[in-house]
Each structure stands twice: as structure tokens, then as C-alpha cells.
């Protein structure tokens, strides 16, 4: 009986699993979700179509990472709610990248502060803006920002390479 109440939890277990957004695919490029599906496989050390705690482990071990804290796994895995298999992962992904506006959006709204129409904005000005309106800006989180933002020598921003950096990521992190 103790056999069959386990096999019970699995299956409900991996029904909870498969309750990641069927939407999800719908999110990503046919390349995008092999990529990710490469990742996940990777991950699965036991391969057995649910990322575990272990598996976690393992993965760290061969990037070189013996000593991750039990908490730390923890908190990774409960981020999907339930066991994670590939339809969970991608949620879990797309709920990160979904935070992103398309990059015609955060253009538009720099060309409202691109009063000479020729792509840039005062880094000064846009800094100041960040620190004191809407949804500040700490200090901290300008210099991030800054650190990745192509500004040229009469100190403005290009906003056009600033968005791409904001959407698709900076090359130099690669």
C-alpha cells in the first residue's frame, strides 16, 4: 500500500507539472525552445524529466560550484511551484523575459525626450529623470544602467543601442 500511495503522489506530482502555461510555447521562437530544451536536458542530470534537487547539485558541480547552500537550491526550486519538467522551466523563463517591453515601446518613449530627433538623450539629464521621477532609480541601480549604456563624447546616450542592449541582451555578456 505504501508503494501505491508513492506511485499516487508521483502521478499527482507530475500533473501539477504539467500545469505550466500551455501558452508558453507560444512566447518563444521554435529555436529559442530547443535551446532552452538543450539547457533543461543539461539540468536533468538523472534525466528524468523533472529538475530535482540533486540535479541542481550536480549541474553546479561541473561548473566548477561544490558548495551551494541547501536553502539556496530550495528557493531555485520552489520558483516553479511543484516539480519542475520542461513546461515548468519555460514558464518559469518566460515569466523572467516577459518583463521586457517590445523594443518599439521603450523607443517610443525615448523619442519623447529626444527633442532634436537625432537618436540621443543627455546622459545628465536622462540620470536625473531616473533619480527623481515615476519609479525611481537608486543611485545604484543608474550606475548599473549606465555601466551598459553607450554614451558618446558630448555625454549623450544612444537610445536606439541602449534599447537593443534592454531587449535582447549586451553582447558583451556573452
Not at 500511495?5 to 501558452?23: H, V
Not at 516539480?83 to 523563463?93: A, D, G, Q, R, Y
Not at 543611485?139 to 554614451?151: R, S
Not at 558618446?152 to 531587449?167: M, R
Request: hydrophobic share 35%.
Amino acid at each position: 500500500m505504501a508503494s501505491r500511495k508513492a506511485g499516487t503522489r508521483g502521478k499527482a506530482a507530475t500533473k501539477q507539472a504539467q500545469r505550466g502555461s500551455s501558452n508558453v510555447f507560444s512566447m518563444f521562437e521554435q529555436a529559442q525552445i530547443q535551446e532552452f530544451k538543450e539547457a533543461f536536458s543539461c539540468i536533468d542530470q538523472n534525466r528524468d524529466g523533472i529538475i530535482c534537487k540533486a540535479d541542481l547539485k550536480e549541474t553546479y558541480s561541473q561548473l566548477g560550484k561544490v558548495s551551494v547552500p541547501d536553502e539556496e537550491l530550495d528557493a531555485m526550486l520552489q520558483e516553479g511551484k511543484g516539480p519542475i519538467n520542461f513546461t515548468v522551466f519555460l514558464t518559469l523563463f518566460g515569466e523572467k523575459l516577459n518583463g521586457t517591453d517590445p523594443e518599439e515601446a521603450i523607443l517610443s518613449a525615448f523619442r519623447m525626450f529626444d527633442s532634436s530627433g537625432q537618436g540621443v538623450v543627455n546622459k545628465d539629464e536622462f540620470k536625473q529623470l531616473l533619480l527623481t521621477q515615476a519609479d525611481k532609480f537608486s543611485p545604484a541601480e543608474v550606475e548599473q544602467l549606465f555601466a551598459l549604456t553607450p554614451v558618446d563624447l558630448a555625454g549623450n546616450i544612444d537610445y536606439k543601442s541602449l534599447c537593443y542592449i534592454i531587449t535582447h541582451g549586451d553582447e558583451k555578456e556573452e
